[in-house]
């Protein structure tokens, strides 16, 4: 019973992990992540149906779940390197970017007139 308690809790909590992810101080690391899933994954398998003989089994069910949380959050932390792609900090742009930010807002706030003869 407490090894469904866990996993619904784990569950429950990689749901909502797009919402508290990014909060969280872990380096984002896609590859290691992704280790911790299969390899959870492959636990929870292998020993899923294994009679209670089987030595550190349902121990070892009962690990898997934390490591596939953990894996989740290493998948889905914004915190690290994410290749460029989403950052806010002004370390983060490019250094063409506020040029184009500059010549863009000009280019909004200048009047248009309508077409005519369309």
Same mark, same amino acid.
């Given at each position: 019973?407490?090894?469904?308690?866990?996993? @619904?809790? *784990? *569950?429950?909590? &990689?749901?909502?992990?797009? #919402?508290?992810?990014?909060? &969280?101080?872990?380096?984002?690391? =896609?590859?290691? +992540?992704?280790?911790?899933?299969? @390899?959870?994954?492959a636990?929870?398998?292998? =020993? $899923?149906?294994?009679?209670?003989?089987?030595? @550190?089994?349902?121990?070892?069910?009962?690990? $898997?779940?934390?490591? @596939?949380? #953990?894996?989740?959050? #290493? &998948?889905?932390?914004?915190?690290?390197?994410?290749?460029?792609?989403g +950052?806010?900090g002004?370390?983060?742009?490019?250094?063409?970017?506020?040029?184009?930010? %500059?010549e =863009?807002?000009?280019?909004?706030?200048r009047? %248009?007139?309508?077409?005519a003869?369309?």
């Amino acid at each position: 019973m407490p090894t469904v308690a866990v996993g @619904l809790a *784990v *569950v429950a909590a &990689i749901s909502v992990s797009p #919402l508290y992810a990014r909060r &969280i101080r872990v380096r984002r690391s =896609f590859g290691v +992540g992704a280790c911790l899933v299969v @390899l959870a994954a492959a636990v929870v398998c292998g =020993f $899923a149906d294994a009679p209670a003989s089987v030595p @550190l089994g349902p121990e070892l069910v009962l690990a $898997a779940f934390p490591m @596939l949380l #953990l894996g989740a959050l #290493l &998948i889905l932390s914004g915190n690290g390197d994410d290749g460029g792609h989403g +950052g806010t900090g002004s370390g983060d742009e490019p250094p063409w970017w506020p040029e184009f930010e %500059r010549e =863009f807002r000009r280019y909004s706030r200048r009047r %248009r007139h309508p077409v005519a003869g369309r």
